[in-house]
């Protein structure tokens, strides 16, 4: 969805009325069309992307460490 987002928002800013703005919103629009090149997405600590599969892989994890805490503590 993010790059799907960042996609649609360089060509809005490509089809906007950007040669009849002045000199520095053109440099704005200049600048939105390139940051949106480079593809948005989530990052773990700047070391991984944070994808659905990686979402649902902690997720999971964290259910089973979850229930081994709610089973230890219930036997107590």
Known sequence: MLLIQGKEMSDCAYESNW???SPSEARCLLFI???STR???LTAGK???F???MFSSILKTAMGY???LLTVTSND
């Open 66 to 68: 979850l229930s081994v």
């Open 51 to 53: 994808s659905m599969q």
């Open 47 to 49: 070391f991984g992307t």
């Open 33 to 35: 069309m390139n940051r």
């Open 39 to 41: 593809p948005l997405c």
């Open 19 to 21: 040669y009849n703005v």
